[in-house]
């Protein structure tokens, strides 16, 4: 999204667990284990990483481009790689709804 809050890696997982737990028996059990699923999410990512901010990950500042500091004019996807969407990918493949 460009703004420097939550990763974009992590917002896709949050996405796909949302998308995972339909199983449960009502709409609130559902919502409560996505919610479970979510916390637990957040803390394996901010364990690997430190953080789920955007802009922390990278340590750069997400301002208009040539106003940026830090990234040396790379684009920002050279800055984390697949690494990022690699460590999500891996915890919903690991993931037990």
Known sequence: MG???ECGAVTGA???LGLKVQ????EKETRYRVYDLVKEFVRFFEEKR??????DLLGVDLAPRGKRQGDQGQPLSLLC????GRDAAQFLADMKP
């Not at 199983?23 to 009502?26: D, K, V």
């Open 3 to 5: 703004m420097g809050r």
């Open 14 to 16: 949050l996405m796909v």
């Open 23 to 26: 199983e449960a028996s009502s």
């Open 81 to 84: 790689g697949p690494a990022f």
């Open 50 to 55: 430190g953080t789920i901010i955007c802009k």
